[in-house]
Every structure is written in structure tokens, then in C-alpha cells.
């Protein structure tokens, strides 16, 4: 006896490329069977005609303002997200959250959420915490602030890693960068980053970032390849960051 058989539903087979007409049996939570006319579920879920699929995972989304917004739909993105299909979300992108991971993750641990969340937490955040302007080097001590402030969300948040919005605070050196990733090796975190400058410059931004991640020694996630160097520079692009995941 199944708990829940969804039948009829189409399956892409990704080795042939196409789709199949397939019954799938849960059981415990986990999908116990694939095939096809199967029977005795407590419920039944008829699906022909649509697509049965995983959800899907968007690594790079912006997470919403929770717990006080005006129109009182804390999950406003989420739902959506939801609605296309997507179950897990990696939001703290592009070097800025909207509120402390703490508050963030306080509200889905009290109300629940539409979908699962995995955080970065934002370096642009801490430096508006600080009160540096986005146009500015950040000063050794308040370098030294931020780090102590990234890792306490590390640890007692567990953020996955840390986001930079390099374009959106043009005043972040490559010193800064190096420094305040250097200082989390060693916690199994990732790095990603908003890139410094696209089109005729974002050759040199994507070699920015490999860079980073060749000294630090920490795996970078680029965000936006796709606008970054779409200027003709793609296959270029490309090529530098294949080579760097050759080398390790």
C-alpha cells in the first residue's frame, strides 16, 4: 500500500529525450516505485497530461523581506517561486540580505515556509551595517569588524557561505576581498559574487574572481556569466573559468 500514487503523469527521460507516461508510488515520504498501473494508494493523484518533476533548485534568488511587510505576505516571492515549480531557494545573493540572517531565519523557524531556504550572508550588508559608503575602501578595523560579524552568522546561523555585490560597491578593493575571505578558510563555505564590471570589462572581472578563489583556496560561484560577458566575450569567458576548474 502506497501512501500517495500520482498516476499518469509524464516523465522526461533524459537519456532519450523524451517523455514517458508513468505511475510513481510514495511510501514514507520517499518515492518507492516507478511503472506503470500501479494501485492500492490511500490517496491518488491523477496528473495525466502534465509533467511529474523533482522540484527544481534556484541557486541565485533575491529572498524577501519578512515578517514585516505592508501588504502582510511575508513569503510574496517565495509563493511564486513555488508556483513555478521551484522547492529550494538560495537567497543572500549579489552581496546583500534584506535583514539579518538571525531575524530571517527566526521567522521560518517559528512560521514555517512555502519553500526551503539555504542563505548566503551579504558582505555589502555588513558594510552598510557599518555605515561605509559604497564608494569608499573600508578601513582595516572596520575590515576587521566585518569579519567578526560574518562569522558569527556562520556559526551560529549556518550561512553557506558569503556573497559580494562588487558593482554595487565599487569602493571594495581586491585587498578586501582577499583579506575577509581568507579569514573564513576555515569553515566549508562557498564565495559568490556579483561581478565588478561587465561588457568590454568582464574578462577582467571574471579573472578577478578566479583569482580570489585560487588564493583563498575557496570554491567561487560567478553569479549573471550570461550579462557579464555577453558582449561577445563568452567563449573567452568561458575558457577562464574551465581552466581554473581543471586546475583545481
Known amino acids: 500500500m502506497y501512501d500517495i500514487i500520482i498516476k499518469n503523469g509524464n516523465i522526461v527521460d533524459y537519456d532519450s529525450n523524451t517523455l514517458k507516461a508513468q505511475d510513481i508510488g510514495i511510501k514514507d515520504g520517499k518515492i518507492a ?4 498501473v500501479l494501485t492500492n494508494g490511500k490517496v491518488v493523484i491523477d496528473a495525466e497530461g502534465k509533467i511529474v518533476s523533482p522540484g527544481f533548485i534556484d541557486i541565485h534568488m ?19 517561486m513555488l508556483q513555478m515549480g521551484v522547492t529550494t531557494c538560495v537567497g543572500g545573493n549579489c552581496g546583500n540580505i534584506r535583514q539579518s540572517i538571525g531575524d530571517f531565519l527566526g521567522y521560518v523557524e ?19 551595517q557599518l555605515g561605509i559608503d559604497r564608494y569608499r575602501e573600508a578601513t582595516k578595523n572596520e575590515i576587521l569588524k566585518m569579519i567578526e560579524l560574518i562569522r558569527n552568522d556562520i556559526v551560529r546561523h549556518g550561512a553557506i557561505g558569503l556573497s559580494f555585490g562588487i558593482e554595487y ?14 579569514s573564513l578558510r576555515d569553515y566549508d563555505i562557498l564565495l559568490s559574487a556579483h561581478y565588478r564590471k561587465d561588457a568590454k570589462e568582464g574578462v577582467s ?15 567561487m560561484q560567478i553569479s549573471h556569466i550570461g550579462s557579464c560577458i555577453a558582449m561577445g566575450q563568452m567563449i573567452e569567458g568561458l575558457e577562464i573559468i574551465r581552466e581554473a576548474i581543471i586546475n583545481g
Open 169 to 182: 560597491s565599487p569602493g571594495i578593493s581586491f585587498e578586501e576581498l582577499i583579506e575577509i575571505s581568507n
Open 33 to 36: 516505485s516507478i511503472g506503470r
Open 205 to 219: 572581472s571574471i579573472k578577478e574572481l578566479v583569482r580570489i578563489s585560487e588564493i583563498t583556496g575557496l570554491p
Open 110 to 128: 517559528k512560521y514555517g515556509a512555502p519553500v526551503n531556504y539555504m542563505l548566503y550572508t551579504g558582505h555589502n550588508y555588513y558594510r552598510n
Open 62 to 80: 533575491h529572498e524577501e523581506l519578512i515578517g514585516n511587510t505592508e501588504d502582510g505576505d511575508a513569503y510574496d516571492i517565495a509563493n511564486k
